[in-house]
């Protein structure tokens, strides 16, 4: 039998990915695949949900990739929040079904309703302490679950899907998502926030024997809880800098 040369990877490369494997080998779902080895963040294209894209510039380390804070927005002042129905808006060759949109952004609806109500009192109606939520999901792809659990579970394919995600930013066999979203004055209509994101699955093994759009999945539980946490983090500094 053939035995692995030991020289084949280098030692520099192996202490890259077995850091990599400790801090995100549990993770579940991970920012946005990178443009190339530095790292930045790649460019993502927009589906013209938010009408107006000049405001939002990239996000920094653990932020969304594109991101606007109003410097002028009072968070302190709303307590309530409408929650419009998510939408689906993507490119004309998109390989979501029709039928899979609407439970991805059924999901993701009541992901952000769970997530949101601990905060806010939930309305249908503007008023002049109520923030509205305006959000679409723009792209989704599927993983391949027999494939992705093989990658997490066999040693030497997680090495090389490691290699590939350090080159890349992304792993093979995973699944991503894609999203738009705003947050305005329910009232006068100006934009307090906005953001444009994508994640994609991490190398967890819980991640990897899920159903295809179990990354998906993870990346709309991770946003909403997300939106729900920065929200209250913007009112409790009361400031906008970050």
Known sequence: MKKLC???????????????FFVAGCATTTEQPKAGIMGEKAPLPHSGFLGDYSQLK???????????LNPAAQWSKY?????????????????VPPSDQEVLASYFYNALKENLQKHFTLVDKPGP???KLQTALTDATASTPVLRSASVVIPQVRVLNTAQSLATGSYAFVGTAQAEGQIIDSRTGERLAAAVDKRAGGMGLKAAAQWKWGDAQNAMDYWAQ?????????????KTSD
């Open 226 to 238: 997300r939106i729900a946490q920065r929200i209250v983090e913007l009112q409790t500094q009361g």
């Open 6 to 20: 030991k020289s084949t990877i280098p030692v520099a490369l192996l202490a890259s990915l077995f850091m990599t």
């Open 79 to 95: 307590n309530k929040i409408i929650i419009e129905p998510v939408q689906f808006w993507a490119a004309p060759d998109t390989q």
């Open 58 to 68: 990239p996000g920094k380390e653990g932020q969304a990739a594109l991101v606007y």
């Open 129 to 131: 302490d109520v923030m």
